[in-house]
């Protein structure tokens, strides 16, 4: 029988033990803790040379370092991406670390084979929805909303890490590895947080009748895998705009089927129900499962996706201007789907948007480096892609 154990505690014990007791694993809360200090009654300290033989799966609730028994099982995305990328899949259970998205893990396991999508679109940081809303409601700063909902108590102790779209980025790789068994190195993903939204276009977005989520999407298709992390603009009606500030979001879809996940974040709750499962499965024996995504080589990619895009500019000289910004999208073929004159705010100079229809980053770098050299009355203020289409129909 595998034999459990906590290599540390968080500090809300009194909802451990309440959680682990209606989940019905009361014996868990008599299980060894390693070196904690006011451990509790509950729970049996022990130092590290009889804690290691008397356990060999440990629950991390953050990183550890050091000796590590056969199988840990974390609710800390930065500790599960350590152990994979140290080759340490086999030993590693993350579900706690993936928050409200993580039912969505056992479609890879629902079909006949394994479901390897095509495409994964994951808002999967509560955090940062919050941030987004909160900007969305006010139009302010993010430095504004984010001093509002600290006051508002829905900020963690690492919000920074949603700030620069570092949580996002870590669970990212954990859904790389979980369903095509490719882990990306951390330093080849190139990640766009927060900072890159203006309040403005928060209001101009919503007279789109959309909205701007923090999105990590994966692209797998002739077995190369694309990563990337940034914001995009999605219209009201794409399921995905329903995430609140208490929800995180997936989409999932191979040629077949598109699925979608919802959860409500309830941080603790959410930590136990993957713990729980995680446990559950290596008492089976059914976890630690190594296949392949796929039989051939997997080559990763972060570069030339296709897409639309929505570009904001200010500009002087309205008339001439808007035709040669018009005539460099034109000489790399990139097609318009809209020009947008928004109403003005006061403190803005004159502003037009662009709606792009579908067309390669590498088309569109070039027209943007062309505008910046040529079209001198010209400042590009925006460029957030569009996952979709705008368009409700």
């Not at 779209?165 to 979980?178: D, Q, T």
């Not at 729980?276 to 976890?287: H, M, P, V, W, Y």
């Not at 296709?306 to 460099?328: D, G, P, V």
Request: hydrophobic share 40%.
């Amino acid at each position: 029988m595998q034999r459990t154990g906590f290599l540390n505690l968080p500090s809300w014990h009194k909802q451990l033990k309440s959680l682990l007791s209606e989940y019905e694993k009361g014996d868990l809360l008599f299980a060894p803790v390693l070196n904690a200090e006011d451990s509790d009654q509950c729970w049996r300290s022990l130092e590290s040379d009889d804690f290691f033989a008397s356990v060999d799966t440990g629950i991390a609730f953050h990183s550890v370092s050091g000796r590590l028994p056969t199988n840990v099982v974390t609710s800390d995305s930065e500790f599960a991406v350590k152990l994979i990328s140290e080759k340490l899949a086999d030993r590693v259970g993350y579900r706690a670390a993936l928050g409200a998205i993580q039912p969505a893990l056992d479609l890879k396991y629902s079909f006949p084979g394994n479901f390897i999508p095509g495409k994964i679109l994951a808002l999967c940081d509560g955090q940062a929805n919050a941030l987004l809303l909160e900007m969305e409601k006010r139009f302010c700063t993010l430095d504004e909303a984010l001093s509002e909902i600290q006051w508002k108590g829905l900020a963690n102790q690492t919000p920074l890490k949603s700030v620069h779209g570092i949580l996002l980025k870590e669970r990212i790789l954990l859904l790389a590895w979980h369903f095509y068994r490719y882990f990306p190195e951390s330093k080849n993903l190139q990640t766009s947080g927060l900072k890159a939204i203006q309040p403005e276009d928060m209001k101009f977005v919503r007279e789109l009748g959309a909205c701007i989520r923090l999105a990590g999407r994966l692209e797998f298709r002739n077995n190369v895998l694309k990563v990337r992390i940034s914001p995009v603009l999605l219209h009201d009606s794409h399921p995905l705009a329903k995430t609140t500030r208490n929800a995180e979001g997936i989409l999932l879809a191979d040629e077949k089927n598109e699925h979608i996940c919802i959860g409500q974040i309830e941080e603790n709750v959410s930590r136990m129900n993957g713990i729980i499962k995680d446990l559950t499965e290596i008492r089976k024996g059914e976890t630690r499962k190594n296949e392949a995504g796929t039989d051939e080589e997997i080559s990763f990619s972060d570069e030339n996706f296709e897409s639309k895009y929505y570009l904001r500019f200010s500009l002087e000289n309205f008339s001439s201007t808007l035709s040669q910004i018009a005539s460099a999208f034109s000489h790399f073929e990139i097609q318009l789907e809209r020009v947008i004159q928004p109403r003005l705010l006061p403190e803005l100079p004159e502003q037009l948007i662009f709606v792009t229809a579908k067309t390669e980053e590498s088309l569109l770098k070039k027209a943007l480096r062309e505008i910046d050299t040529n079209v001198r009355l010209a400042a590009l203020r925006s460029c957030h892609e569009i996952e979709g289409s705008l368009d409700q129909n």
